[in-house]
Protein backbone atom coordinates (compact mmCIF):
# COMPACT_ATOMS: atom_id res chain seq x y z
CA UNK A 1 0.00 0.00 0.00
CA UNK A 2 1.23 3.64 -1.13
CA UNK A 3 0.08 6.50 0.17
CA UNK A 4 1.46 10.25 -0.38
CA UNK A 5 4.84 8.15 -1.98
CA UNK A 6 5.09 5.93 1.23
CA UNK A 7 4.68 2.24 1.08
CA UNK A 8 3.31 0.33 4.20
CA UNK A 9 4.31 -3.76 4.26
CA UNK A 10 1.93 -5.64 5.86
CA UNK A 11 2.35 -5.99 9.24
CA UNK A 12 3.68 -2.55 10.09
CA UNK A 13 2.47 0.57 11.11
CA UNK A 14 3.45 4.41 9.78
CA UNK A 15 2.34 7.76 9.90
CA UNK A 16 2.13 9.88 6.61
CA UNK A 17 2.69 13.35 6.45
CA UNK A 18 0.97 13.98 3.47
CA UNK A 19 1.45 17.49 2.54
CA UNK A 20 -1.21 19.76 0.82
CA UNK A 21 0.02 23.00 0.58
CA UNK A 22 1.64 25.84 1.87
CA UNK A 23 0.37 29.43 3.73
CA UNK A 24 1.55 32.65 2.68
CA UNK A 25 3.27 32.49 5.94
CA UNK A 26 5.57 29.41 4.34
CA UNK A 27 3.93 27.03 6.89
CA UNK A 28 3.65 23.62 5.63
CA UNK A 29 -0.56 22.47 5.88
CA UNK A 30 0.73 18.44 6.88
CA UNK A 31 -2.26 16.16 7.02
CA UNK A 32 -0.92 13.07 9.26
CA UNK A 33 -2.30 9.65 8.41
CA UNK A 34 -2.16 6.43 10.38
CA UNK A 35 -1.92 3.50 8.41
CA UNK A 36 -1.88 -0.16 10.65
CA UNK A 37 -1.63 -3.44 8.86
CA UNK A 38 -2.41 -6.55 9.63
CA UNK A 39 -0.08 -9.22 8.38
CA UNK A 40 -3.36 -11.41 7.28
CA UNK A 41 -5.13 -10.27 4.55
CA UNK A 42 -8.69 -8.37 5.10
CA UNK A 43 -10.67 -5.45 4.71
CA UNK A 44 -9.42 -1.64 4.61
CA UNK A 45 -11.20 0.58 7.11
CA UNK A 46 -11.28 4.54 6.55
CA UNK A 47 -11.85 6.20 10.20
CA UNK A 48 -11.75 9.97 9.37
CA UNK A 49 -12.54 13.03 11.71
CA UNK A 50 -12.14 16.31 11.57
CA UNK A 51 -13.37 17.09 7.82
CA UNK A 52 -15.01 20.04 9.00
CA UNK A 53 -12.33 22.25 11.28
CA UNK A 54 -14.85 23.20 13.93
CA UNK A 55 -16.04 19.39 14.33
CA UNK A 56 -13.89 18.60 17.45
CA UNK A 57 -15.83 14.89 18.53
CA UNK A 58 -14.68 13.26 15.40
CA UNK A 59 -11.08 14.61 16.02
CA UNK A 60 -11.44 13.15 19.89
CA UNK A 61 -12.83 9.70 18.06
CA UNK A 62 -10.26 8.95 15.79
CA UNK A 63 -7.80 9.96 18.79
CA UNK A 64 -8.71 7.81 21.26
CA UNK A 65 -9.00 5.09 18.68
CA UNK A 66 -5.21 5.35 18.04
CA UNK A 67 -4.41 6.07 21.78
CA UNK A 68 -5.99 2.79 22.53
CA UNK A 69 -4.38 0.47 20.00
CA UNK A 70 -8.08 -0.21 18.52
CA UNK A 71 -6.44 0.80 14.94
CA UNK A 72 -4.42 -2.24 15.04
CA UNK A 73 -6.02 -4.73 13.51
CA UNK A 74 -6.52 -8.52 13.82
CA UNK A 75 -6.94 -9.22 9.76
CA UNK A 76 -7.10 -6.39 7.39
CA UNK A 77 -5.80 -2.40 7.14
CA UNK A 78 -7.00 0.56 9.23
CA UNK A 79 -6.00 4.73 7.44
CA UNK A 80 -6.52 6.96 10.52
CA UNK A 81 -7.08 10.59 10.07
CA UNK A 82 -7.93 12.36 13.09
CA UNK A 83 -7.69 15.69 11.58
CA UNK A 84 -8.21 16.37 8.18
CA UNK A 85 -8.90 20.09 7.46
CA UNK A 86 -5.83 21.26 9.17
CA UNK A 87 -6.31 24.86 8.50
CA UNK A 88 -10.51 25.15 9.86
CA UNK A 89 -9.36 23.34 12.82
CA UNK A 90 -6.61 26.13 13.37
CA UNK A 91 -9.29 29.04 12.88
CA UNK A 92 -11.82 27.78 14.87
CA UNK A 93 -13.74 27.12 11.23
CA UNK A 94 -15.86 24.75 9.64
CA UNK A 95 -14.21 25.17 6.18
CA UNK A 96 -10.84 25.73 4.45
CA UNK A 97 -10.80 29.20 3.52
CA UNK A 98 -14.19 29.75 1.60
CA UNK A 99 -15.20 26.46 0.84
CA UNK A 100 -16.25 23.13 2.51
CA UNK A 101 -14.18 20.16 2.06
CA UNK A 102 -17.32 17.96 2.36
CA UNK A 103 -18.56 19.82 -1.10
CA UNK A 104 -15.70 19.86 -3.34
CA UNK A 105 -14.94 16.31 -4.23
CA UNK A 106 -13.12 14.83 -6.65
CA UNK A 107 -11.28 17.80 -5.90
CA UNK A 108 -8.18 19.18 -7.90
CA UNK A 109 -4.52 19.31 -7.60
CA UNK A 110 -4.37 23.27 -8.78
CA UNK A 111 -7.77 23.95 -7.41
CA UNK A 112 -8.96 25.76 -3.99
CA UNK A 113 -7.24 24.65 -0.85
CA UNK A 114 -10.17 22.66 -0.03
CA UNK A 115 -10.81 21.27 -3.56
CA UNK A 116 -6.71 19.85 -2.91
CA UNK A 117 -7.35 18.44 0.20
CA UNK A 118 -10.20 16.82 -1.12
CA UNK A 119 -7.98 15.55 -3.94
CA UNK A 120 -5.93 13.80 -1.96
CA UNK A 121 -8.08 11.29 -0.09
CA UNK A 122 -10.09 11.09 -4.01
CA UNK A 123 -6.62 9.49 -5.32
CA UNK A 124 -4.33 8.54 -2.35
CA UNK A 125 -6.70 7.17 -0.05
CA UNK A 126 -9.60 6.27 -1.66
CA UNK A 127 -8.39 3.85 -3.95
CA UNK A 128 -7.51 1.61 -1.31
CA UNK A 129 -10.16 1.43 0.93
CA UNK A 130 -13.47 -0.81 1.43
CA UNK A 131 -15.40 0.91 3.98
CA UNK A 132 -15.33 4.15 6.13
CA UNK A 133 -16.70 5.79 8.90
CA UNK A 134 -16.69 9.60 8.64
CA UNK A 135 -17.13 11.27 12.18
CA UNK A 136 -19.21 14.76 11.79
CA UNK A 137 -20.77 16.52 14.63
CA UNK A 138 -23.75 19.18 14.07
CA UNK A 139 -22.51 22.46 12.60
CA UNK A 140 -23.93 26.10 13.93
CA UNK A 141 -24.55 25.61 17.65
CA UNK A 142 -26.93 22.30 16.25
CA UNK A 143 -26.26 19.55 18.68
CA UNK A 144 -26.94 15.87 16.81
CA UNK A 145 -28.15 13.19 19.46
CA UNK A 146 -25.17 10.60 18.14
CA UNK A 147 -26.34 8.87 14.83
CA UNK A 148 -25.45 6.91 11.51
CA UNK A 149 -25.86 8.45 8.46
CA UNK A 150 -26.50 6.28 4.89
CA UNK A 151 -28.15 5.57 2.03
CA UNK A 152 -29.51 2.43 3.24
CA UNK A 153 -30.92 1.53 -0.20
CA UNK A 154 -27.32 0.18 -0.72
CA UNK A 155 -27.32 -3.64 1.35
CA UNK A 156 -23.64 -2.89 2.60
CA UNK A 157 -24.61 0.31 3.91
CA UNK A 158 -27.42 -1.17 6.26
CA UNK A 159 -25.46 -3.67 6.94
CA UNK A 160 -22.33 -1.64 8.25
CA UNK A 161 -24.65 0.99 10.01
CA UNK A 162 -26.74 -2.12 12.01
CA UNK A 163 -23.44 -3.04 13.38
CA UNK A 164 -22.64 -0.01 14.42
CA UNK A 165 -25.73 0.16 15.84
CA UNK A 166 -26.69 3.83 16.94
CA UNK A 167 -29.52 4.62 18.45
CA UNK A 168 -30.89 6.11 15.54
CA UNK A 169 -29.85 4.90 11.65
CA UNK A 170 -31.10 7.71 9.02
CA UNK A 171 -31.35 7.43 5.36
CA UNK A 172 -29.38 9.94 3.78
CA UNK A 173 -29.96 10.61 0.32
CA UNK A 174 -26.00 11.55 -1.27
CA UNK A 175 -25.13 15.24 -1.57
CA UNK A 176 -22.95 16.30 -4.75
CA UNK A 177 -19.59 16.75 -4.48
CA UNK A 178 -19.77 14.86 -1.00
CA UNK A 179 -17.10 12.25 0.43
CA UNK A 180 -19.88 9.51 0.80
CA UNK A 181 -20.95 10.26 -2.89
CA UNK A 182 -16.79 10.42 -4.45
CA UNK A 183 -17.01 7.01 -2.74
CA UNK A 184 -19.78 5.03 -4.13
CA UNK A 185 -18.93 5.92 -7.44
CA UNK A 186 -16.29 3.18 -7.03
CA UNK A 187 -18.66 0.95 -4.69
CA UNK A 188 -16.46 2.20 -1.62
CA UNK A 189 -19.37 2.21 1.64
CA UNK A 190 -18.78 5.21 3.87
CA UNK A 191 -20.68 5.93 6.44
CA UNK A 192 -21.20 9.18 8.20
CA UNK A 193 -21.39 9.73 12.20
CA UNK A 194 -23.17 12.83 13.48
CA UNK A 195 -22.88 13.72 17.84
CA UNK A 196 -22.75 16.71 19.43
CA UNK A 197 -22.23 19.89 18.05
CA UNK A 198 -19.29 21.95 16.79
CA UNK A 199 -16.58 23.77 19.13
CA UNK A 200 -17.75 21.45 22.09
CA UNK A 201 -16.45 17.89 23.32
CA UNK A 202 -19.19 16.37 24.74
CA UNK A 203 -18.63 12.56 26.51
CA UNK A 204 -21.45 10.59 25.28
CA UNK A 205 -20.79 11.36 21.43
CA UNK A 206 -17.42 10.53 21.73
CA UNK A 207 -18.08 7.46 23.86
CA UNK A 208 -20.80 6.38 21.21
CA UNK A 209 -18.70 7.11 18.15
CA UNK A 210 -15.75 4.94 19.73
CA UNK A 211 -17.48 2.28 20.61
CA UNK A 212 -19.60 2.36 17.67
CA UNK A 213 -16.77 1.78 15.55
CA UNK A 214 -15.31 -0.84 17.74
CA UNK A 215 -18.68 -2.84 16.38
CA UNK A 216 -18.20 -2.47 13.05
CA UNK A 217 -14.16 -3.62 13.01
CA UNK A 218 -15.63 -6.97 15.53
CA UNK A 219 -18.43 -7.13 12.82
CA UNK A 220 -15.52 -7.16 9.66
CA UNK A 221 -13.06 -9.46 11.28
CA UNK A 222 -11.15 -6.97 12.01
CA UNK A 223 -11.65 -7.16 16.74
CA UNK A 224 -12.36 -9.95 18.36
CA UNK A 225 -14.01 -7.97 20.97
CA UNK A 226 -16.35 -4.91 21.30
CA UNK A 227 -18.96 -2.99 23.45
CA UNK A 228 -22.33 -4.67 23.55
CA UNK A 229 -24.83 -2.42 21.87
CA UNK A 230 -26.79 0.02 24.88
CA UNK A 231 -30.27 0.65 23.31
CA UNK A 232 -32.46 -0.38 20.28
CA UNK A 233 -31.71 0.85 16.93
CA UNK A 234 -34.65 3.36 15.47
CA UNK A 235 -34.20 3.42 11.65
CA UNK A 236 -35.10 7.03 10.42
CA UNK A 237 -36.74 7.32 7.00
CA UNK A 238 -37.49 10.51 6.65
CA UNK A 239 -36.63 13.80 8.63
CA UNK A 240 -38.02 17.42 9.06
CA UNK A 241 -36.96 20.77 10.36
CA UNK A 242 -39.72 22.49 13.01
CA UNK A 243 -38.52 26.27 12.15
CA UNK A 244 -38.90 29.05 14.23
CA UNK A 245 -42.35 31.49 13.34
CA UNK A 246 -40.92 34.43 14.88
CA UNK A 247 -37.72 36.56 16.13
CA UNK A 248 -36.65 36.00 19.77
CA UNK A 249 -35.70 33.63 22.86
CA UNK A 250 -35.84 29.93 22.16
CA UNK A 251 -36.59 27.87 25.26
CA UNK A 252 -36.92 24.73 24.51
CA UNK A 253 -38.83 21.86 26.30
CA UNK A 254 -37.29 18.68 24.98
CA UNK A 255 -33.64 17.30 24.38
CA UNK A 256 -32.43 15.26 21.64
CA UNK A 257 -32.90 11.47 21.48
CA UNK A 258 -36.50 12.02 22.95
CA UNK A 259 -39.52 11.11 21.35
CA UNK A 260 -42.64 13.56 20.62
CA UNK A 261 -45.74 13.78 19.44
CA UNK A 262 -47.97 15.56 17.02
CA UNK A 263 -49.33 19.07 18.26
CA UNK A 264 -47.29 18.68 21.89
CA UNK A 265 -45.35 22.15 22.97
CA UNK A 266 -41.97 21.80 22.31
CA UNK A 267 -40.70 25.24 23.35
CA UNK A 268 -41.13 29.13 23.59
CA UNK A 269 -39.86 31.77 21.60
CA UNK A 270 -39.71 35.08 24.02
CA UNK A 271 -39.67 38.43 22.97
CA UNK A 272 -36.41 40.01 24.64
CA UNK A 273 -38.63 43.01 26.25
CA UNK A 274 -41.12 41.10 27.77
CA UNK A 275 -43.72 41.71 24.65
CA UNK A 276 -44.70 38.65 23.49
CA UNK A 277 -44.81 34.66 24.50
CA UNK A 278 -44.83 32.31 21.23
CA UNK A 279 -45.50 28.70 21.30
CA UNK A 280 -44.19 26.31 19.18
CA UNK A 281 -45.61 23.13 18.72
CA UNK A 282 -44.73 20.01 16.75
CA UNK A 283 -45.55 19.40 13.39
CA UNK A 284 -45.51 15.46 13.23
CA UNK A 285 -44.91 12.36 15.78
CA UNK A 286 -41.32 11.43 15.94
CA UNK A 287 -38.07 11.84 17.46
CA UNK A 288 -35.62 14.77 18.17
CA UNK A 289 -32.37 13.85 16.37
CA UNK A 290 -30.74 17.27 16.80
CA UNK A 291 -31.38 20.47 18.25
CA UNK A 292 -30.25 24.33 18.06
CA UNK A 293 -28.40 25.17 21.16
CA UNK A 294 -28.66 29.15 19.87
CA UNK A 295 -31.06 30.93 22.48
CA UNK A 296 -31.32 33.52 19.80
CA UNK A 297 -33.32 32.99 16.69
CA UNK A 298 -34.73 34.55 14.13
CA UNK A 299 -37.96 33.76 11.97
CA UNK A 300 -37.22 30.54 9.68
CA UNK A 301 -34.46 28.93 11.59
CA UNK A 302 -34.25 25.95 12.08
CA UNK A 303 -34.99 24.85 15.65
CA UNK A 304 -35.81 21.32 16.14
CA UNK A 305 -34.90 18.32 13.94
CA UNK A 306 -37.84 15.57 14.13
CA UNK A 307 -37.18 11.95 12.62
CA UNK A 308 -40.12 9.71 11.35
CA UNK A 309 -39.66 6.04 11.66
CA UNK A 310 -40.14 3.38 8.96
Not at 5 to 23: R, S, Y
Not at 41 to 54: F, R
Not at 59 to 78: L, Q, W
Not at 198 to 212: E, I, M, T, Y
Request: include cysteine; charge should be positive.
Amino acid sequence: MKIAGTTVEPGEEKQIDAQIAQLPTRTPIEIPIIVSRSKVKGPTLLVMGGMHGDEINGVEIVRRIIVHGYNKPAIGTTICIPLLNIYGFIHFSRQVTDKDINRSFPGSKSGSLASQVAHLLSEEVLPHIDYGVDFHTGGARINNYPQIRAMLDIPINLELATAFAPKFIINAAYRDKSLRKEASKSGKSILVYEGGESLRLRKNAVDQGVNGLLRVMKHLGMKEEAPEQTSKTIIIEKTSWLRSKAAGLYHSFFRPGEEITKGTTVGLITGPFGEYEFPMKAPISGHIIAINNNPVVNRGDALMHIGVPR
